[in-house]
Each structure stands twice: as structure tokens, then as C-alpha cells.
T-cell receptor, first 112, second 113 residues
Framework: GENVEQHPSTLSVQEGDSAVIKCTYS??????FPWYKQELGKRPQLIID?????GEKKDQRIAVTLNKTAKHFSLHITETQPEDSAVYFC???????????FGQGTILTVHP | DVKVTQSSRYLVKRTGEKVFLECVQD?????MFWYRQDPGLGLRLIYF???????EKGDIPEGYSVSREKKERFSLILESASTNQTSMYLC????????????FGPGTRLTVT
């Protein structure tokens, strides 16, 4: 089955810095790559996703890049703010019904 | 607005008890999922269902079973709870198409003593 590795497990940055989280996957048939944000005590929520026919997608301060050849994708957050502090999960899907395989999560802390 | 609800936010059960966790979604989604969330392990899929009465094992189905008698409701059953099943349980739903957003419930924090 699919295996998704996410790094780093924790990331600490100063407000205004950029943050990058990377994921690698094993199933070359995966074609959907979402990122979820989970704030403390809350449910995970989709913040951005990308499909395999696109190499990069941006939405204001967040962007996702995909390298299908190397089987990795990354989340980039620019001009970080304290409210960006959360756990971020990458996932892959598109091969089996609506099933997603999640990475282990990254705890992002943005210090004011 | 998509709404996924779970029957309890917190639950404490004793070892050996039968435990039912219920999930209800109001968006007419075909797919429903049960995950457990543990620190450092991410979200691990226990079971999912793509239609009423249909179910598929996920990555960690041992010790769990599921039931989907109605489209909007998906139940997770722990036949005989054990302490290693202490965890946060998250339910999610999504439309039938592949590669679609999953909508999560608020989670149930289960403690087995």
C-alpha cells in the first residue's frame, strides 16, 4: 500500500519567516495531494490541494509544489503569523474511492 | 455548510467493554471513514465505507468493526476495548469521486482503563 513520509515532525519559526514542510510518497499512481491544518483541539481542515497535472498552486501566503518524478510534494507558508501555529498533515489519494493516506504530521510553532 | 458530528467528545470505558462510536454527516456523502490519531503517527485509517452496507479495511482494522446501515451514519465498534485503543478517533466523509476533500468530525477522545 501507499506510504507517506512527512518531515520535519516539529518546526519552530519566528513570525514573518517562511516555513516548508515536505512529504514523500511511494505509490506512483497517486494523483491528489491535499494538505490539512489542525489547530489545537479542533478538527483537521483542508487548506490547499494539488492534482498531478499541476506543478504548483498558490493561495495567498500558502503554496504547494509537486514533483511527480521524484514523488515528493511540499507546503510553503510565507510571512508566517502566530495563527499559523498548528499541526499540518500531508496526504495522498486519487487511487481508491475517496481514500487518503496521511503523513505523520508536523507541529508548526510560530513565535511572535 | 458541511457538518460531520460524532456522538461523544470524551468517553471513558473499562477494559473488555463493548464500545460504540457514532458518526453522522448531513451532506449526502457516499464515502465515510474512521481514523485514529496518535501523536507522531498521524491519522491512520481503521475502516472506510463507500456505500451503505459496504465496508473496506484500512491500515489498522484489528480489534475494530464498523456498521453502515444508513447513508448518513457510520459506526465504529470496539468489540472488547483494550488499553492500547486509548486514542483520539476521527470520523470523516467525502463525495464519491476520487481525490476529493474529506470533512472531519470533531473527534472522540476515548480512554480505556
Amino acid at each position: 500500500g501507499e506510504n507517506v513520509e512527512q518531515h520535519p515532525s516539529t518546526l519552530s519559526v519566528q513570525e514573518g519567516d517562511s516555513a516548508v514542510i515536505k512529504c514523500t510518497y511511494s505509490d506512483s499512481a497517486s494523483n491528489y495531494f491535499p494538505w490539512y491544518k489542525q489547530e489545537l483541539g479542533k478538527r483537521p481542515q483542508l487548506i490547499i490541494d494539488i492534482r498531478s497535472n499541476v506543478g504548483e498552486k498558490k493561495d495567498q501566503r500558502i503554496a504547494v509544489t509537486l514533483n511527480k518524478t521524484a514523488k515528493h510534494f511540499s507546503l510553503h507558508i510565507t510571512e508566517t503569523q502566530p495563527e499559523d501555529s498548528a499541526v499540518y498533515f500531508c496526504a495522498t489519494g486519487g487511487t481508491s474511492y475517496g481514500k487518503l493516506t496521511f503523513g505523520q504530521g508536523t507541529i508548526l510553532t510560530v513565535h511572535p | 455548510d458541511v457538518k460531520v458530528t460524532q456522538s461523544s467528545r470524551y468517553l471513558v470505558k473499562r477494559t473488555g467493554e463493548k464500545v460504540f462510536l457514532e458518526c453522522v454527516q448531513d451532506m449526502d456523502h457516499e464515502n465515510m471513514f474512521w481514523y485514529r490519531q496518535d501523536p507522531g503517527l498521524g491519522l491512520r485509517l481503521i475502516y472506510f465505507s463507500y456505500d451503505v452496507k459496504m465496508k473496506e479495511k484500512g491500515d489498522i482494522p484489528e480489534g475494530y468493526s464498523v456498521s453502515r446501515e444508513k447513508k448518513e451514519r457510520f459506526s465504529l465498534i470496539l468489540e472488547s476495548a483494550s488499553t492500547n485503543q486509548t486514542s483520539m478517533y476521527l470520523c470523516a466523509s467525502s463525495p464519491s469521486d476520487r481525490g476529493r476533500e474529506q470533512y472531519f468530525g470533531p473527534g472522540t477522545r476515548l480512554t480505556v482503563t
